[in-house]
């Protein structure tokens, strides 16, 4: 199956830094890619859609300024939080749809626990 | 996009059939009923996929009845492996996908 890949797996970092995760599509060309978001316990809340070459589209209530997403390429997409907090400390999960396989497929990569300290 | 309903949790033993019931009431004639599992810090993986009637792969089956207003995820003869929170979902291709959630699953030896 297509595989997806992040970097890093796990971060920590101090409040008032910024951290950049990067989510790519191993195998295959990934026209669209999803950031969520997932705290202990809960499911995962989907932050924005971002397609290759166009700005990503956040979802209601999701900051745009603090959550930096850039699709660079059909194989890449990072997700950058600016100035995180404490409250930002979370586990983040990118998805991609491929231009084949099933009519509404999606791969989902490992996720990356961010604690930000 | 269509909202779902599932049970919040349920728990099975080893060697049992498990099935876990959908409910998509206002499901579209276009979207597709998709399950994942998720494992604690991993991300979710697909399970099945189907529009209508029964879709069966090496490890799951989906029955869609006539109004597609639900759908059953049915796992055959669980593990402890199988321990794990099962998502359906229910959206069209090219749309995003919003995660209800979810059916915490728990196999007991």
């Known amino acids: 199956g297509a595989v997806v890949s992040q970097h890093p797996s796990r971060v920590i970092c101090k409040s008032g830094t910024s951290v950049k995760i990067e989510c790519r599509s191993l195998d295959f060309q990934a026209t669209t890619m999803f950031w969520y978001r997932q705290f202990p316990k809960q499911s995962l809340m989907l932050m924005a859609t971002?397609?290759?070459?166009?700005?990503?589209?956040?979802e209601q209530g999701v900051e745009k300024d603090k959550f930096l997403i850039n699709h660079a390429s059909l194989t890449l997409s990072t997700l950058t939080v600016t100035s995180a907090h404490p409250e930002d400390s979370s586990f983040y999960i990118c998805?991609?749809?491929?231009?084949?396989?099933?009519?509404?497929?999606?791969?989902f990569g490992p996720g990356t626990r961010l604690t930000v300290t | 996009l269509a909202k779902t309903t599932q049970p919040i949790s349920m728990d099975s033993y080893e060697g049992q059939e498990v099935n876990i019931t959908c409910s998509h009431n206002n499901i579209a004639t276009n979207d597709y009923i998709t399950w994942y599992q998720q494992f604690p810090s991993q991300g979710p993986r697909f399970i099945i996929q189907?529009?209508?009637t029964k879709v069966t792969n090496e490890v799951a089956s989906l029955f869609i009845p006539a109004d597609r207003k639900s759908s059953t995820l049915s796992l055959p003869r669980v593990s402890l492996s199988d321990t794990a929170v099962y998502y359906c979902l229910v959206g069209v291709a090219g749309f995003k996908t919003i995660f209800g959630a979810g059916t915490r699953l728990f196999v007991k030896a």
């Open positions: 998805s991609a749809r491929s231009r084949r396989g099933a009519p509404y497929e999606q791969y």
């Open positions: 189907g529009y209508k």
């Open positions: 971002s397609n290759e070459g166009s700005k990503a589209t956040y």
